[in-house]
């Protein structure tokens, strides 16, 4: 089971829409595919479809990592109607916000690795939606993490955000996660024809070589749209759609490769 944690350092760079299109790329290609969704405001949850009432979810597991309770908060995404395959939830919680402290303890840093370890031979990947801050509920995903994708967007402080990202990840696996290795830099919300984008892509490239991520994702409404309507971006129809989705099937390349995770289609 390879667990890839999704970050940004601030709000609104797409990182949930991120999350949401890997998800839906994972679920197109076949892998067994958990969606843990540790940001408060749960919205990966509701753009899967899924119905919260009478689960237990995120905080609960964080409360107490146990079998029963982990199991009672996954639930299967509404997806799964679109087609047959695994592609589960780990519910999301507002309350989960009380375990965003700046200072966590150990234990409490290791409650998600605790929690994934009961179920790691259910799933191919795990796709975790984190807080959109470096305090604790991120530091538990992470330490949980294979590999973090760090989300930007070609704007002013996007280079400042990716290097702190960057030097944060490398502070977790020296001092918590030895196995711990970011996967890049996904750049997200690229308008194509924008200079100032290309400037600000260049300045990413220019400072983090390969660790700046093929392709860059542009801004399209068929995303946003997909995800109000609770569904997966690769059943949406439209071709601006179907080239978005194409582009997360290449960065669902890049995950397979550097987790080792056998491709469904070629072992069928």
């Given at each position: ?77 509404g997806w799964a109607k679109a ?186």
């Amino acid at each position: 089971m390879h667990v890839l944690s999704v970050s940004s350092l601030k709000g609104g760079v797409g990182k949930t829409t991120v999350t949401l299109g890997l998800a839906s790329a994972a679920f197109a290609r076949g892998l067994r595919t958990l969606v843990v969704d540790l940001d408060p405001q749960s919205d990966v949850s509701t753009g899967m479809d899924i119905q919260p009432a009478g689960k237990l979810n995120i905080a609960d597991v964080l409360t107490s990592p146990k079998e029963k309770i982990v199991r009672q908060a996954i639930t299967q995404s509404g997806w799964a109607k679109a087609h047959p395959g695994t592609i589960d939830v780990l519910i999301g919680s507002p309350s989960a916000i009380n375990f965003d402290g700046p200072h966590p303890s150990v234990k409490d840093v290791w409650k998600l690795e605790e929690a994934l370890a009961l179920i790691e031979s259910e799933y191919d990947l795990v796709l975790v939606d984190c807080a959109p801050s470096l305090n604790a509920l991120t530091r538990t995903a992470w330490a949980a993490s294979d590999r973090v994708a760090v989300v930007t967007e070609p704007g002013l402080f996007s280079v400042a955000a990716a290097d702190r990202a960057l030097r944060a990840i490398e502070e977790i696996r020296r001092g918590l996660s030895p196995r711990l290795q970011p996967l890049g830099i996904v750049v997200n919300r690229v308008r194509p024809q924008s200079i100032e984008h290309q400037f600000r892509i260049k300045e990413l490239r220019d400072m983090f070589g390969p660790l700046v991520l093929e392709p860059q994702l542009p801004e399209r409404t068929s995303l946003q749209q997909a995800q109000g309507a609770a569904k997966p971006l690769h059943v949406w129809p439209g071709e601006s759609a179907q080239e978005l989705a194409a582009d997360f099937d290449v960065l669902l390349d890049r995950i397979m490769r550097s987790g080792r995770i056998p491709d469904p289609r070629e072992q069928a």
